[in-house]
T-cell receptor, first 114, second 115 residues
Framework: KQEVTQIPAALSVPEGENLVLNCSFTDSAIYNLQWFRQDPGKGLTSLLLIQSSQREQTSGRLNASLDKSSGRSTLYIAASQPGDSATYLCAVRPYGGATNKLIFGTGTLLAVQP | ETGVTQSPTHLIKTRGQQVTLRCSSQSGHNTVSWYQQALGQGPQFIFQYYREEENGRGNFPPRFSGLQFPNYSSELNVNALELDDSALYLC??????????????FGEGSWLTVV
């Protein structure tokens, strides 16, 4: 059974700091891994998608890596800003079954202090 | 702006009642799925619809049911509401054709409180 874990559960950093969020999964049979951002009480905003054949993706100050063999992904945020404060969720799309099925971690709550 | 819209945004129901939540998928997307997110947890997959038929289901009882319409809009119905059904319900859409490369887009969700 696929399980997704995110560490740390919460993180508080001063503005301008670079930071890394971690995601691990137990089964490497995945189509892709997707990182999302969720603001309080809101829906999910897709940040980056890494296909299983890829090693990393970049968008602006965000860089996500994927090591499928070890079951790990990291989201790197450069020069953090108070507007980055949110919950960050990673999710894997496993092979087989419903292809829109994502399995999520419980998220990392990030607070960037001005 | 993801192009996925949900209604209502908030609602309160009494235990034992029934509720219908609605979703309009992003234009061109042929697959819609629904998720339940309890407070402090990650979203949990409820089910998926493709071409108006359910083609995948998570670990949810039959009182959770759905519909997908020809215009790719969708409904989630929950019967015999229980207190534990209180959660944020998220609708997501994508194209089924390329699961490896297609981003799944989520709506803003519907907050359901059961009292």
């Amino acid at each position: 059974k696929q399980e997704v874990t995110q560490i740390p559960a919460a993180l508080s950093v001063p503005e301008g700091e670079n930071l890394v969020l971690n995601c691990s999964f137990t089964d490497s049979a995945i189509y892709n891994l997707q990182w999302f951002r969720q603001d309080p009480g809101k829906g999910l905003t897709s940040l980056l998608l890494i296909q299983s054949s890829q090693r990393e993706q970049t968008s602006g100050r965000l860089n996500a890596s994927l090591d499928k063999s070890s079951g790990r992904s990291t989201l790197y945020i450069a020069a953090s800003q108070p507007g980055d404060s949110a919950t960050y969720l990673c999710a894997v799309r496993p092979y087989g079954g419903a292809t829109n099925k994502l399995i999520f971690g419980t998220g990392t709550l990030l607070a960037v202090q001005p | 702006e993801t192009g996925v819209t949900q209604s209502p945004t908030h609602l309160i129901k009494t235990r034992g009642q029934q509720v219908t939540l609605r979703c309009s998928s992003q234009s061109g997307h042929n697959t819609v799925s629904w998720y339940q997110q309890a407070l402090g947890q990650g979203p949990q997959f409820i089910f998926q619809y493709y071409r108006e038929e359910e083609n995948g289901r998570g670990n949810f009882p039959p009182r959770f049911s759905g519909l997908q319409f020809p215009n790719y809009s969708s409904e989630l119905n929950v019967n015999a509401l229980e207190l534990d059904d209180s959660a944020l319900y998220l609708c997501a859409s994508s194209l089924l054709d390329r699961p490896s490369g297609n981003t799944i887009y989520f709506g803003e969700g519907s907050w359901l409180t059961v009292v």
